[in-house]
């Protein structure tokens, strides 16, 4: 409670270690509200700036917030193979409309060890020739790994793009099995 006795929104963040490179991860009491890759320095102070813009909060740093704990324990289960799904409680107050309507689909309909052609996910939210669409929305997602932009691929077998890199959706897929291990 603040000091007008109305419940004051918090963002928490912390930097996670990862198989692909730090992680940020930022929550509010709803639930995780942000994933961000490459978690340098400079990044990750663009992406707090980013998140203090859009939420009309400053984040703060609190790696032992209870807000964190559980998505800190899932990610680092993820990475670890201990996890194939993400149980958590989500925010998504940084995507609406359509981008939001695919993004659910996404996290709900495409399991790990799986993929889907952006086409064939704009035609599961009854948007058929939306493929181009649902890139624009995977590249929007504001929680990635955690809802698996990764798992969305070209139809032509084309691992399309990736907002991470594409050596870093190779990697995702080859922790889910979907692709063999890069050799270096």
């Known amino acids: 409670m603040d000091s007008h006795g109305q ?11 990862t198989d692909i490179g730090p992680l940020l991860l930022a929550a509010t ?13 400079a990044v990750r102070d663009r992406a707090v700036e980013r998140l203090a813009s859009r939420l009309g909060h400053e ?18 289960a993820y990475f670890s193979g201990e996890r194939r799904d993400f149980e958590l409680p989500l925010d998504w107050s940084l995507i609406s409309g359509f981008n939001r309507q695919v993004l659910r689909e996404l996290a709900e309909g495409v399991p790990f060890g799986s993929v889907v052609g952006y086409g064939d ?16 929305a995977m590249g929007a997602n504001p929680l990635p790994v955690v809802v698996p932009c990764h798992r969305v691929v070209e139809s032509d077998g084309g691992i399309g793009g990736f907002g991470g890199g594409v050596e870093t959706k190779r990697r995702l897929l080859a922790l889910e099995g979907v692709l063999p291990e890069p050799l270096f």
């Open 121 to 136: 996910l704009a035609a599961r939210v009854g948007q058929p020739g939306g493929a181009q669409a649902v890139g624009m």
């Open 59 to 76: 984040p703060v740093e609190e790696p032992g917030s209870p807000l964190l704990a559980e998505a800190i324990r899932q990610v680092k």
């Open 29 to 41: 009491r709803e639930g995780l509200v942000n994933v961000v890759f490459h978690a340098s320095d």
């Open 7 to 17: 419940n004051e929104q918090r963002v928490v963040w912390a930097v996670v270690a």
